[in-house]
Nanobody, 119 residues
């Protein structure tokens, strides 16, 4: 079994920063893309940022210039550095990863971590 465990969420004032971490563990041969999604109350889950195994990253327009995604392949961990946070960034943030053990790739989700930005 594979687990994705997020950490780093919390309450922060507008303009502040938080860093989220997501560590993958279990039966892992390789990890392809890793990403962060978020879901605010009453809204659909949306992509925040994604990074390939080679380090290429893409971001939602709403977070470009404020958030940075990076990963440590040796630790099977992906991070999301969030700066200049806004109240509209308030959401549950979920880690997502494409992980293979043998010759098949499976998609996994973490349990989510709450980020709350106060005005």
């Amino acid at each position: 079994q594979v687990r994705l465990v997020e950490s780093g969420g919390g309450l922060v004032q507008a303009g502040g920063s938080l860093r989220l971490s997501c560590a993958a563990s279990g039966r892992i041969f390789s990890i392809n893309a890793m990403g962060w999604y978020r879901q605010a109350p009453g809204k659909q889950r949306e992509l925040v940022a994604v990074i390939t195994s080679g380090g290429s990253a893409n971001y939602a327009d709403s977070v470009k210039g404020r958030f940075t995604i990076f990963r440590d392949n040796a630790k099977n961990t992906v991070y999301l550095q969030m700066n200049i946070l806004k109240p509209e960034d308030t959401a549950v943030y979920y880690c997502n990863a494409d992980i293979s053990y043998t010759y098949t790739v499976h998609n996994y989700w973490g349990q989510g971590t709450q980020v709350t930005v106060s005005a």
